[in-house]
């Protein structure tokens, strides 16, 4: 899928999330301005000491600069604190800015899609990294060139040894970016591959179970599990790496400091309580550097996290406002429709015609992938036909708010998802505080009233997403009054009776009726006979075309007749 424009998409909201806290890191930058100035207490306090208490023998000169340097650790404490906090919020702000648009995106992205985007996660990501301590030595790393330019002024063959040291570490920290980038985005592509097929296995453990596929999956998965594993390692170890030479350097450094110190102590031309500050004012100046070295990995996941809610929020097309439209009638059009999925190049849907008005049902039938739910999505509104249009009650899909166009529209889908929550819950398309009367209302027209009673909690039965213990009669069942909660104009059923018994097929028949005699439309995409009996009207697809249509019995002995011909056309009976 092509990155939509900045205009008509989702990533505007991406920048103006980070923009909004500039408050914020105003307040951490203020905070990091004392904060850093109050660090000089240490080499200020170290060169009093040895130059004017020592040389003094003063306990009283002693006794008030510890009392006064106390007081100013304490300050710093606070300070540091504060920024911290303040960053905190910061990233929550950030988090919260964003978590409704992401988790909208990532409804919005399409199945076929690059899997390994989680968006929540990328976020999370983000958030935690601004919440942490290593993201405050950005604030303080621009306060290294000060504290080097205080060591000049000691001796500038100190200021010389420290400048040369933080260049040093400054090439370990471009090099370390280099040299790991890739392989911590190796390491996690594939943690999250071995994730994926993790949570796959435990959707399908049944099957695995049954099919005696468990030593197979298990091994497969620890094949990807040890790749990740192995990766992680790898891009542990360079980093790692990177760390420790990192910190024996500084350590040097120190040394090397103390040591051209005590030689320029030697010849007179520094003072022991300036050799003593200038060690602990390198310490200072290279500490954000080696900081961030140690939790580069941190930030190289960041990045990473922003740049793939980048290319998320590039895909996701903009929530353009709409009139809100009066609740439309029952006619539905679909003129010269042609349909390219999300991700292909070849259309699934070829010149597509179809009408149906109210009190009508429809019936599409046709061979598996013949393009039945193609025709479901594309009138749902997921699908956005390359050409032609589909309107509903005169307005066509994109003049309607999307939960607006859902709330007219019920949908049973060939393969029932249920989300976590109650039987209620799942019925009443997870709204908050929904109506009883109506969520039993639903269920009584689906059939399920008296199934769900017969569950330990009734309505108010948790389920686990898919994860339940409801069989697929009952999960399609439950299915059903969710696609007719809300009293929709229009009913889509995709294989509705794939999982019913008689009872069930004789019920949903009897909704269909219903819905017909309430002036509403039906539209049943199948290919079994039974599904069709309510049928005013059929069409056959083949191959995303309509090779027929018309009233139903017509159709039917079209049909009929066409499949008699074939078979006489290719096979002869043997010649007695």
Same mark, same amino acid.
Request: aromatic letters at 8%; glycine letters at 8%.
């Given at each position: 899928?092509?990155?939509?424009?900045?205009?008509?998409?989702?990533?505007?909201?991406?920048?103006?999330?980070?923009?909004?806290?500039?408050?914020?890191?105003?307040? !951490?930058?203020?905070?990091?301005?004392?904060?850093?100035?109050?660090?000089?207490?240490?080499?200020?306090?170290?060169?009093?000491?040895?130059?004017?208490? &020592?040389?003094?023998?003063?306990?009283?000169?002693?006794?008030?600069?510890?009392? #006064?340097?106390?007081?100013?650790? &304490?300050?710093?404490?606070?300070?540091?604190?504060?920024? =911290?906090? !303040?960053?905190?919020?910061?990233?929550?702000?950030?988090?919260?800015?964003?978590?409704?648009?992401?988790?909208?995106?990532?409804?919005?992205?399409?199945?076929?899609?690059?899997?390994?985007?989680?968006?929540?996660?990328?976020?999370?990501?983000?958030?935690?990294?601004?919440?942490?301590?290593?993201?405050?030595?950005?604030?303080?790393?621009?306060?290294?060139?000060?504290?080097?330019?205080?060591?000049?002024?000691?001796?500038?063959?100190?200021?010389? !040894?420290?400048l040369t040291g933080g260049g040093i570490l400054i090439?370990?920290?471009?090099?370390?970016?280099?040299?790991?980038?890739?392989? @911590?985005? %190796?390491?996690?592509?594939?943690?999250?591959?071995?994730?994926?097929?993790?949570?796959?296995?435990?959707?399908?453990?049944?099957?695995?179970?049954?099919?005696?596929? %468990?030593?197979? @999956?298990?091994? %497969?998965?620890?094949?990807?599990?040890?790749?990740?594993?192995?990766?992680?390692?790898?891009?542990?170890?360079?980093?790692?790496?990177?760390? +420790?030479?990192?910190?024996?350097?500084? #350590?040097?450094?120190?040394?090397?400091?103390?040591?051209?110190?005590?030689?320029?102590?030697?010849?007179?031309?520094?003072?022991?309580?300036?050799?003593?500050?200038?060690?602990?004012?390198?310490?200072?100046?290279?500490?954000?550097?080696?900081?961030?070295?140690?939790?580069?990995?941190?930030?190289?996941?960041?990045?990473?996290?922003?740049?793939?809610?980048?290319?998320?929020?590039?895909?996701?097309?903009?929530?353009?406002?709409?009139?809100?439209?009066?609740?439309?009638?029952?006619?539905?059009? !679909?003129?010269?429709?042609?349909?390219?999925?999300?991700?292909?190049?070849?259309?699934?849907?070829?010149?597509?015609?179809?009408?149906?008005?109210? =009190?009508?049902?429809?019936?599409?039938?046709?061979?598996?992938?013949?393009?039945?739910s193609s025709i479901a999505k594309t009138i749902l509104?997921?699908?956005?036909?390359?050409?032609?249009?589909?309107?509903? =009650?005169?307005?066509? #899909?994109?003049?309607?708010?999307?939960?607006?166009?859902?709330?007219?529209?019920?949908?049973?889908?060939?393969?029932?998802? &249920?989300?976590?929550?109650?039987?209620?819950?799942?019925?009443?398309?997870?709204?908050?505080?929904?109506?009883?009367?109506?969520?039993?209302?639903?269920?009584?027209?689906?059939?399920?009233?008296?199934?769900?009673?017969?569950?330990?909690?009734?309505?108010?039965?948790?389920?686990?997403?898919?994860?339940?213990?409801?069989?697929?009669?009952?999960?399609?069942?439950?299915?059903?009054?969710?696609?007719?909660?809300?009293?929709?104009?229009?009913?889509?059923?995709?294989?509705?009776?794939?999982?019913?018994? +008689?009872?069930?097929?004789?019920?949903?028949?009897?909704?269909?009726?219903?819905?017909?005699?309430?002036?509403? +439309?039906?539209?049943?995409?199948?290919?079994?006979?039974t599904a069709i009996a309510e049928c005013d009207s059929?069409?056959? &697809?083949?191959?995303?075309?309509?090779?027929?249509?018309?009233?139903?019995?017509?159709?039917?002995?079209?049909?009929?007749?066409?499949?008699?011909?074939?078979?006489?056309?290719?096979?002869?009976?043997?010649?007695?």
């Amino acid at each position: 899928m092509q990155p939509l424009s900045p205009q008509n998409s989702k990533i505007g909201e991406l920048e103006e999330a980070r923009r909004s806290g500039a408050s914020l890191v105003l307040v !951490v930058l203020l905070f990091s301005f004392f904060v850093n100035l109050l660090m000089l207490t240490g080499p200020l306090f170290m060169l009093q000491v040895y130059d004017r208490v &020592l040389g003094s023998r003063s306990e009283e000169t002693l006794a008030a600069l510890f009392l #006064l340097v106390g007081g100013l650790y &304490l300050l710093m404490a606070a300070l540091d604190y504060a920024r =911290g906090r !303040v960053m905190a919020r910061y990233g929550a702000a950030f988090q919260s800015a964003l978590d409704a648009t992401v988790f909208e995106a990532n409804l919005q992205q399409s199945v076929g899609e690059d899997q390994q985007r989680t968006g929540l996660r990328d976020l999370e990501v983000i958030q935690t990294l601004t919440g942490s301590p290593v993201f405050l030595a950005l604030f303080d790393i621009p306060w290294s060139p000060l504290f080097l330019l205080a060591i000049f002024i000691f001796h500038p063959m100190l200021g010389w !040894v420290a400048l040369t040291g933080g260049g040093i570490l400054i090439a370990f920290t471009l090099l370390n970016q280099f040299l790991t980038r890739k392989k @911590v985005q %190796r390491a996690q592509m594939t943690s999250q591959q071995a994730h994926a097929f993790a949570n796959q296995a435990q959707i399908s453990r049944e099957i695995i179970q049954s099919q005696g596929m %468990r030593a197979a @999956v298990s091994d %497969r998965w620890l094949r990807r599990q040890y790749e990740a594993l192995n990766d992680r390692v790898s891009s542990a170890d360079w980093t790692g790496g990177f760390t +420790a030479v990192t910190k024996a350097f500084r #350590l040097f450094l120190q040394s090397a400091m103390l040591a051209v110190g005590a030689y320029y102590v030697l010849r007179g031309e520094l003072t022991a309580g300036a050799m003593i500050a200038a060690s602990i004012l390198l310490g200072r100046a290279l500490a954000p550097i080696e900081q961030m070295l140690g939790q580069w990995g941190n930030f190289q996941r960041a990045r990473n996290s922003w740049n793939s809610l980048n290319v998320i929020l590039s895909q996701t097309p903009k929530a353009i406002a709409v009139t809100p439209l009066p609740r439309p009638d029952a006619r539905l059009s !679909v003129k010269s429709v042609i349909v390219v999925p999300p991700g292909a190049k070849a259309a699934t849907l070829k010149n597509i015609q179809l009408e149906i008005n109210p =009190g009508e049902a429809l019936g599409i039938i046709g061979r598996s992938g013949s393009g039945k739910s193609s025709i479901a999505k594309t009138i749902l509104g997921l699908w956005t036909p390359a050409s032609g249009e589909v309107r509903l =009650g005169g307005a066509k #899909l994109d003049q309607y708010d999307p939960d607006q166009l859902g709330r007219y529209i019920g949908y049973l889908p060939q393969n029932v998802t &249920l989300l976590g929550g109650t039987i209620a819950e799942n019925i009443a398309r997870m709204e908050i505080n929904a109506d009883g009367v109506a969520i039993v209302a639903a269920a009584k027209r689906a059939n399920a009233h008296e199934m769900i009673l017969t569950l330990p909690n009734g309505y108010d039965t948790v389920l686990e997403g898919n994860q339940s213990r409801l069989s697929g009669g009952q999960r399609q069942r439950v299915a059903l009054a969710r696609a007719l909660y809300g009293d929709p104009v229009l009913l889509i059923l995709d294989e509705p009776n794939s999982a019913l018994d +008689a009872d069930g097929s004789e019920a949903l028949n009897q909704t269909i009726r219903d819905f017909k005699a309430e002036g509403k +439309a039906v539209i049943v995409m199948t290919h079994r006979p039974t599904a069709i009996a309510e049928c005013d009207s059929l069409v056959v &697809l083949d191959h995303g075309l309509i090779v027929s249509s018309g009233p139903r019995d017509e159709v039917l002995k079209s049909q009929i007749k066409n499949a008699v011909d074939i078979r006489r056309k290719f096979y002869q009976p043997a010649a007695s």
